[in-house]
């Protein structure tokens, strides 16, 4: 299974992303002509052919696991997205989020897709379970006690406008300090994709 995901980012670190991706693939290409070149798959029929193409089969995707080839976005961005989490300590076990919860990037307070300047292009990846499942169980749990406290605050204040108005400066203080502790998936993956570009 995979769990696809959409977060904005600049247009200029998807315009590297797709470049890195596409000189990943072309090197797999490459790879993929001298293997054929190397078993003679030319020169090959029925059961023999069948078995070189498929001893090469097992290798590119070995390649692939391994992050030799890169050839998808996802890809290209796993091995810096496994360290963003490793480093925010959420990969671990997690328990699930609950049925109905507010889902991982759309928590109260969170500054949605729009945030950053120049945030104005679409990333969409979809990640296989062993990264997908970490990012959004952890993105939920580390949130909640913040989110909680966002709610807390809307219960007390309101969460319009015109209620906020009426919240004294100390009060208002206190929510933005809260919510700059919410993370998003969109955060921890804008972080993974500065890490694949800058090499890290």
């Not at 590119?60 to 290209?76: Q, S």
């Given at each position: 299974?995979?769990?696809t995901?959409?977060?904005?980012?600049?247009?200029?670190?998807?315009?590297?992303?797709?470049?890195?991706?596409?000189?990943?693939?072309?090197?797999?290409?490459?790879?993929?002509?001298?293997a054929?070149?190397?078993?003679?798959?030319l020169?090959?029929?029925?059961p023999?052919?069948?078995?070189?193409?498929?001893?090469?089969?097992?290798e590119?995707?070995?390649?692939?696991?391994?992050g030799?080839?890169?050839?998808t976005?996802?890809?290209?961005?796993?091995?810096?997205?496994?360290?963003?989490?490793?480093?925010?300590?959420?990969?671990?076990?997690?328990?699930?989020?609950?049925?109905g919860?507010?889902?991982a990037?759309?928590?109260?307070?969170?500054?949605?897709?729009?945030?950053?300047?120049?945030?104005?292009?679409?990333?969409?990846?979809?990640?296989?379970?062993?990264?997908?499942?970490?990012?959004?169980?952890?993105?939920?749990?580390?949130?909640?006690?913040?989110?909680?406290?966002?709610?807390?605050w809307?219960?007390?204040?309101?969460t319009?406008?015109?209620?906020?108005?009426?919240a004294?400066?100390?009060?208002l203080?206190?929510?933005?300090?809260?919510?700059?502790?919410?993370?998003?998936?969109?955060?921890?993956?804008?972080?993974?994709?500065e890490?694949?570009?800058?090499?890290r």
């Amino acid at each position: 299974m995979g769990h696809t995901m959409v977060i904005a980012v600049q247009p200029a670190d998807l315009d590297r992303l797709d470049a890195h991706v596409d000189a990943q693939k072309t090197a797999e290409t490459r790879w993929q002509a001298a293997a054929d070149q190397h078993a003679g798959v030319l020169e090959l029929l029925g059961p023999a052919l069948r078995e070189a193409r498929t001893r090469i089969r097992a290798e590119r995707e070995r390649l692939r696991e391994t992050g030799t080839h890169r050839v998808t976005r996802w890809r290209a961005l796993a091995p810096a997205l496994r360290t963003e989490l490793e480093t925010r300590g959420l990969l671990r076990e997690w328990e699930p989020v609950p049925s109905g919860a507010q889902q991982a990037g759309q928590n109260l307070g969170g500054t949605g897709p729009y945030a950053g300047a120049g945030y104005t292009a679409r990333l969409c990846v979809t990640l296989p379970d062993t990264l997908a499942v970490p990012l959004l169980r952890g993105v939920y749990w580390t949130n909640l006690p913040h989110v909680q406290a966002l709610e807390a605050w809307a219960d007390r204040w309101g969460t319009d406008a015109v209620s906020r108005r009426t919240a004294p400066p100390e009060a208002l203080d206190q929510r933005a300090h809260t919510a700059a502790q919410i993370t998003t998936t969109g955060t921890i993956l804008r972080a993974a994709l500065e890490r694949t570009l800058s090499g890290r």
